[in-house]
Each structure stands twice: as C-alpha cells, then as structure tokens.
C-alpha cells in the first residue's frame, strides 16, 4: 500500500522533524501489517540528502509547503513534491533552468504551467536521489504536454497527481503509477 499522511499546522523541518516522519510511518506500517521499531530506527541521509530509514525497506519522500506537511510511504522508491503556486518571475527562472518543450508548456500555461514542471522536477529528484540543477529529462514532451512517464537511464519514471487547493501543485514520482490513499496525521 501506498499511503501519504498530512498535517496543516506548525512543524519541525530538518533531522528535528524526523520523529514526525517516524510517527506517520508507524501508523503506516501498522495498517500494513508491518512490525518494525520506529522509535529505535535511524533515519540517514544520501550524499545529496534524501533520507532513508537503515535497515527497514520502507521508502518515504517528505514535502511541505506553508504550512502544510505531507510524507508518501511505499515498497518502492518514491519523491513527492508539493508547492504553493505564488507570483515569482517565472519566465526567468524557466529560461535558465527548463529544457526548451518546458519553456514552451510556460508560455502556454503561464504561472501555473511553471508550477506543473517545478513540482515534477522536484518530485523526479527525489525519487532518484539526484540534486535539482543536474542532467535529467524533460518534464514536458514535444507537443508541450506534460510527460506522464518518463525513460531515464533505461529506468520508466512516471507521475502521478494528487488533487490539492487551486493554489497546490502536488505530484508522486515513482517507477510505476499508484494508488494513493491520503491519511490525517493528527
């Protein structure tokens, strides 16, 4: 299963957060039928600073926005990625930083079009453990819609989105679609 779990409210950020992300993965993996010990598990993180539980295959990706903390669990390696669509120069930022068919989603879509490729790139990173401004492929294909899977190193990459407010972007990025099921963590 598949499970993210949301709180709105103040958190933690960082490695003080961990013990949030240790709470919801119990809760996860006690209706999964799994039986580890979080309150004994070390969360470490990548050289690029993806965290990861040792020694307990349980694959999770944080995200928050404002005030807004989400965290996805699953059996496969997963990014999530969340963002609050707010005024920005968004064409400068496109034209330095996306490919040329993501340049041209922007300026089909404007600032929420920016948005849908920022949230991708950062889910697809996640997902891999690579850093944000490195090689990757592009979010969006020739005729400017927005790629649902990807191939990247001869690996299937695809992206799944979860419906948020008008204001969110939110997108899952794993090496198959999913099924999603959302949890309060309160």
Known sequence: MNSIYLYEGPFEKGDKGFPMIKE???????????????????IVREEKGKP????IPLEFSLTHSGQLWMCLFSGL????????????????????????EEQCYVRLWGLAGFFDIWVRKEAFCKCTGQGLFTEMPSMA????????????????????????????????????????????LG
Request: with cysteine; hydrophobic share 35%.
């Open 52 to 55: 990861y539980f040792v020694d």
């Open 24 to 42: 919801a993965a119990r809760r996860h993996a006690a209706e999964c039928g799994m039986d580890f010990d979080f309150d004994e598990a070390q």
């Open 141 to 184: 294909d020739e005729n400017h819609d927005l790629c649902e899977e990807i191939i990247w190193q001869g690996k299937t990459y695809c992206f799944t989105e979860i419906p948020m407010a008008d204001d969110l972007k939110c997108v899952v990025c794993s090496g198959e679609k999913m099924e999603i099921e959302t949890r309060i």
């Open 77 to 100: 390696p997963v990014g999530l990625d969340l963002q609050q669509v707010k005024s920005l120069e968004y064409e400068k930022i496109a034209d330095r930083q996306y490919t040329e």
